[in-house]
């Protein structure tokens, strides 16, 4: 398969991926029964995934989206992240942010920490896709659907160059 100028083998097909959703909407469910929590989707990679994921839930819960944007302080190196698009208070809520795919774990870190900010009760993450091998930040990730290798991948929501979201299959960067 290709896209622009890359060619693409398929990794996880969409049986394969909808079946690992369906366990862990079930995981989910079992977890939050006690409450009503709160998914927080990280757009753009993560419609897919949180659609599918969602249909999967056995218990109330809400949904809501998010995009990041970073932007460097005046007179500072570091990073600012800021979370746009986010109406619900995240005050006492049990939230969990969903991902496409976490890879150094550095999204994922500066997001926890505008989002403790926020008060809310507990925070975990559920993410597709997992690179564990190229993790550097500490993180731990409750839910997570495939542990993959080091090499890029496209579909279900993940794009090249802005194409390829609408695969559903997962695909592979061909070596
Ligand atoms: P991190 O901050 O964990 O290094 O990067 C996470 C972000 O990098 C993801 O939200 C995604 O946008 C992008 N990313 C990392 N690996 C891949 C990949 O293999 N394919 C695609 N399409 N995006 C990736």
Known sequence: MKIKDKEFDIYLNTSQIEERISQLGHQI?????HCTP?????LNGVFM???????NLSIQAEISFIKLSS??????????????GLNETLFQRDVIILEDIVDTGTTMVQLLEVMDELGPKSVE????????????EKL???YVG????????????LDYDGLGRNLTDIYQLKS
Do not use: C, M
Not at 38 to 42: A, H, M, P, R, T
Not at 146 to 157: A, L, Q
């Open 29 to 33: 469910s079992n977890d939050y029964a």
């Open 38 to 42: 709160l998914f927080v989707g990280i």
């Open 49 to 55: 995934f949180a659609s599918q994921l969602f249909k």
């Open 71 to 84: 932007y460097k302080k005046l007179n500072s190196s570091g990073q600012v992240t800021q979370l746009l």
């Open 125 to 136: 993450i559920a993410t597709l896709l997992f690179k564990s091998d190229t993790l550097v």
């Open 140 to 142: 731990d990730l409750k």
């Open 146 to 157: 495939f542990e993959i290798p080091d090499r890029f991948v496209v579909g279900y929501g």
